[in-house]
């Protein structure tokens, strides 16, 4: 199978399973980011992917072929981690042409390629510039034409936007996904930024406690999470207790949900809605009751908190002009459109 395949690959550090019996298929060119809280394995799981830490179990293959026991020099992997290790005393175009001269590639490419790598990072003439002189941001850029000059067969990324302020890695999410559409070369970015993940990513892999919890397109991932865990970590959700009244129907905090049912088999669970999608009414109709506790209006959003009773406490989210005055204090009533509820278990 083309692409880069995972085989229950596991590493456990004495008895901790730091990553555990992953599989996973990547087709060559996709971009994936792997998501998931400090400590689920992500870092690891990439290490093993570049060959810097050894699966205790299982294997990677590329293109079909078993690469688990290759060392890291030999896979013409291109990396870029956290910390950049550019070479300081050393100028722009030294540190990119760097591994070109380990290669023995000649003078007058190494020139040209670096030309090259300067232009598509988007930091054309700073061959000569040196490295302490430059900002966050255009290190980051080089850091990354590097990884790059040796057309790596795979690009392996870790959090390699945290160190920016906010609006410059936004900018840089941006640049990078579109770097990578130019060049078609498969790329794994570690995150803990979901919002990163959902920018850049065709696939997002989310994980939790060493193990993959789902691993789907960004929307799909929003849209259909698939267990509470995911809900709750892509973006942000609410969350009720949900019960079937007998027949298969819907029922959360004693109100039946029309149109919403449980899946065959299932009694109780919980409700996924994400606050875009809960809907508010100060007609008393046949939706949840509850009381406005709070209103946080952001300008371009307005969040509204609603105690539904049962210690819960739903937010919804809507822009100014599609919401009428509704106040904290104010009794309104809670609809759960059963389009937009997706039925999770913890
Ligand atoms: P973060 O987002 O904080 O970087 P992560 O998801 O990348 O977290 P890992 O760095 O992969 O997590 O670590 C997973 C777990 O394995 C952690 O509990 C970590 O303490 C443990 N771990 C990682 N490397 C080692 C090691 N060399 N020896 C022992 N334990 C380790």
């Given amino acids: 199978m083309s692409g880069l395949s995972l085989e229950n690959v596991t590493k456990t550090f004495g008895d901790f399973r730091a990553v555990d019996d992953v599989t996973l298929h990547i087709p060559n060119g996709a971009f994936v980011c792997m998501l998931g809280p400090s400590g689920c394995g992500k870092t690891t799981l990439l290490r093993m992917i570049a060959g810097l830490e050894e699966p205790t179990a299982g294997a990677?293959?590329?293109?079909?072929?078993?690469?688990?026991?290759?060392?890291?020099?030999?896979?013409?992997?291109?990396?870029?981690?956290?910390?950049?290790?550019?070479?300081?005393?050393?100028?722009?175009?030294e540190n990119i042409a760097y591994p070109l001269r380990i290669r023995g590639v000649a003078q007058d490419e190494q020139r040209k390629r670096v030309e090259d790598l300067l232009a598509l990072v988007q930091l054309p003439g700073y061959a000569g510039r040196p490295v302490s002189k430059l900002s966050g941001g255009q290190r980051q850029r080089v850091a990354i034409a590097r990884a790059l000059a040796l057309s790596p067969r795979l690009f392996l990324l870790d959090e390699p936007l945290s160190a920016l302020d906010a609006k410059l890695r936004e900018a840089m999410q941006v640049e990078l996904r579109q770097l990578q559409q130019k060049l078609g070369v498969t790329t794994i970015v570690v995150t803990h930024d979901q919002r990163e993940a959902m920018t850049m990513a065709d696939l997002v892999v989310v994980m939790g406690n060493g193990r993959i919890r789902q691993a789907a397109p960004p929307i799909e991932i929003y849209r259909r999470p698939a267990d509470a865990f995911v809900a709750d970590f892509i973006g942000s959700t609410n969350l009720l207790p949900v019960e079937t009244d007998g027949g298969g129907r819907a029922v959360v905090l004693g109100h039946v949900v029309p149109g919403l049912a449980l899946p065959a088999g299932v009694t109780k669970g919980l409700v996924s809605i994400r606050p875009e999608d809960v809907q508010l009414s100060q007609v008393a109709d046949s939706g949840l009751p509850g009381r406005v506790t709070f209103v946080r209006d952001l300008g371009g959003t307005i969040e509204t908190f609603v105690d539904v009773g049962g210690g819960t406490t739903l937010v919804a989210v809507t822009t100014p002009r599609q919401r009428g005055d509704i106040a904290a204090g104010a009794e309104v009533s809670v609809i759960l459109p059963a389009e937009s509820c997706v039925v999770v278990q913890e």
Avoid: E
């Avoid at 020099?73 to 950049?84: P, T």
């Fill in 60 to 93: 990677i293959m590329i293109d079909g072929k078993d690469i688990t026991p290759v060392p890291t020099h030999k896979r013409n992997f291109g990396m870029v981690f956290q910390s950049l290790a550019l070479f300081p005393h050393l100028t722009v175009g």
